[in-house]
């Protein structure tokens, strides 16, 4: 019995380190698809977000059900609990590439990114997906260095942030209002799912510790 | 034991409807703060947000604690889970009050909100505050028609957000981007908190009945 449990336990973590890794792809072709103005790849991550919502659903029911048939305690009744709060966190980065794709879909066939934000939006999106695969192998391997080092990737990602509202926000921008709340929007996206990914890093921080990593907002 | 254990369910209940009726206190004063630009208000809402974290650690520490120490079944364990995810949204949506309060903050002496936009923000922080209300309710009631009646003010919501954007996308707007940035992310703001209030609802319907309600994304 208790193999069993431990064996659902372990597809529990894989089922979590693949949609971490399913993220981490929709976010890489999110950011291609806005880039490039390729309407088939938003459409597709526009899509696949479904599946993403479904892990999500089934994770949480199997886990719900395992909390409830097993009664586990100490270590186990963390990892489940904490499990649930993870899966939270990958599906609303799940959404947040979905919004990402929108945004291209609703500008096609024109670029969305303007060529003065391009390389920003490139950027935000490397650190992104940086952060999210981290992330991955923090789940995968309880690697607490590598999760307190997500904390200074962030960093970057706020200063990518000030860096694009301070090009909106300069008395040359071009594009008008409709752009500036194009642009607005995706940083808040870009920025939320990074956010997210330190959360699920912190999460297992006190997986493994059973403290809080520091938490900065 | 039981009965000390079911005090302890009801003393996180209570709580949770503390916390819902502290957020939906702080949006009105934000919302007010934002309107009017009361520096002193918004101030006070920043540092208040900070209560709201401590309460969602305090009740989370104790829900686990009482996961761990009582193993409890069917509604019992269901109470429990999900008093975490629900306390997981009110800490949200207190994040949103905090957010549009450092908005006002960041414009005082100015209101950050112009003329035209006033009345669609007021709207915005009403329907915020009436969902809010109501989720307390759901919370404290188990109302379920009344959970259900809340994807009907979502629907409210998101009309006015529309409308803000149409308003920012007028030829005739002359408030610069800037103001564009503050209102779009103003906009999100006040749905995404009224998002999550729904969320809560949807958990109390699922705490009742053990099946989602229809979600609508």
Chains 1, 2 share one sequence.
Not at 53 to 73: F, S
Not at 74 to 81: C, E, I, N
Not at 161 to 167: D, E, S
């Amino acid at each position: 019995m208790r193999d069993a449990f431990h064996d659902d336990l372990n597809s529990i973590g894989q089922t979590l380190i693949d949609m971490s890794r399913r993220v981490s792809r929709a976010m890489e072709l999110a950011t291609t698809a806005l880039l490039e103005a390729d309407l088939q790849l938003a459409e597709q991550i526009i899509s696949d977000d479904d599946v993403i919502d479904v892990m999500q659903h089934e994770l949480d029911a199997k886990t719900l059900n395992l909390l409830a048939r097993q009664q586990p305690v100490a270590g186990d009744l963390r990892t489940l609990v904490t499990s649930l709060r993870m899966s939270a966190d990958l599906e609303r980065m799940g959404d947040m590439t979905h919004h990402i794709a929108k945004i291209a879909r609703m500008r096609y066939p024109a670029k969305a990114v303007p060529e003065e934000l391009a390389s920003t939006i490139e950027d935000m999106g490397k650190i992104a997906k940086g952060i999210i695969d981290k992330t991955t192998h923090v789940i995968e391997s309880h690697d607490l260095q590598l999760a307190v080092e997500l904390e200074k990737d962030d960093d970057e990602m706020d200063k990518l942030h000030r860096k694009l509202f301070l090009t909106l926000l300069d008395d040359a921008w071009p594009h008008g209002i409709e752009t500036a709340i194009d642009m607005t929007l995706l940083g808040r996206y870009y920025e939320r799912c990074a956010d997210h990914a330190v959360s699920v890093a912190r999460r297992v921080y006190f997986l493994v510790t059973g403290e809080f990593a520091s938490e900065r907002n």
